[in-house]
């Protein structure tokens, strides 16, 4: 049965809501120091977003270089710490990058949700997220711990390929029995695409490379950078909106279809409180059931 409805749900800031949060001052500063970053002069969030991560997040989040490399990179062109050698500063960043990963979850409170999504006949979900090139293997990998088989879509190559495999989409179809030969679950990462989500171009990669032909309703899901850490740029309220602008329209024009929006946005007095979480999630489920539901 060809999928009739495609949902979209962004990783940063809505599947995970403990990404955004190590952003925070108080835990940023205690990971620059864990991770050695310190030492080697990003003693403060100021310095942290400013100087390194505003940058170099072109870079970082549209090529396959990766955030502990991109960092590497830039504090060695700042010459903050002179003396310290390339592989102490290789050895800081990748322990940061490790830190940061490894306290973006995926909120527990997604796992029946994503589950039901991911068995469904006649939806094909994704993961869509503007991110660094780390991030596609952390979340398929999340996934596959529920039993969430999730493939990587990139750019250039003719399909997609199951997480921690070299094996393409196509070559995939081809070894497994028909009844099988509908993988369902997608995750589409901006540093493997090399385009972030408010360009078309994301969403004609994203068209060429799955059988979305027969897709006319759209439900999309995403904090569109609501839910950033303070001082993290891509959440000023300004590019929030835009992006948001820009997203929709480039999803309607790239798949001529309906496409429904659920900005998901946690007030800022109920930020880091598990209660408000789990609620906002649970609307968020509703709302999904209720898509699922509808007749297209």
């Known amino acids: 049965m060809s999928p009739e409805k495609l949902v979209i749900i962004d990783y940063c800031g809505t599947l995970s809501l403990e990404a955004p949060r190590f952003g925070r001052p108080e835990n940023l500063l205690r990971a620059l120091e864990q991770s050695g970053l310190a030492a080697l002069g990003i003693s403060t969030p100021e310095t942290f977003w400013k100087n390194i991560v505003d940058p170099t997040w072109v870079k970082g989040s549209t090529t396959a ?34 830190m940061y990963l490894a306290a973006s979850r995926i909120d527990p409170h997604w796992q029946p949700i994503l589950a039901r999504l991911s068995e469904h006949p006649t939806v094909i979900t994704v993961v869509a997220t503007d991110h660094y090139a780390e991030a596609t293997g952390k979340i398929t990998g999340y996934l596959d711990s529920w039993g969430i088989p999730a493939w990587k879509i990139w750019r250039g190559e003719e399909s997609s390929s199951p997480p ?26 901006s540093a493997d695409l090399r385009v972030w989500k408010e360009n078309r171009r994301f969403w004609e990669i994203l068209k060429s490379q799955l059988p979305l032909e027969s897709v006319r309703r759209i439900f999309l899901i995403d904090d569109f950078g609501f839910n950033e850490a303070p001082g993290d740029s891509y959440g000023e309220r300004a590019k929030v909106l835009a992006r948001q602008a820009k997203t929709v329209a480039n999803l309607r024009e790239t798949f001529q279809a309906e496409v429904e929006v659920d900005p998901f946005a946690l007030p800022g007095e109920d930020r880091g409180c598990e209660e408000a979480d789990a609620g906002l999630i649970a609307e968020t489920t509703a709302r999904i059931e209720a898509f699922l539901e509808r007749r297209s």
């Open 65 to 98: 270089i990766g955030y502990a490399q991109v960092m590497a990179e830039r504090i060695a062109s700042l010459c903050l710490a002179p003396d310290a050698p390339t592989s102490e500063i290789e050895a800081a960043t990748s322990r940061f990058v490790a």
């Open 164 to 189: 921690e495999s070299g094996e393409t989409f196509a070559q995939l179809q081809k070894r497994i029995p028909d009844s099988q030969r509908s993988p369902r679950f997608f995750v589409a990462n």
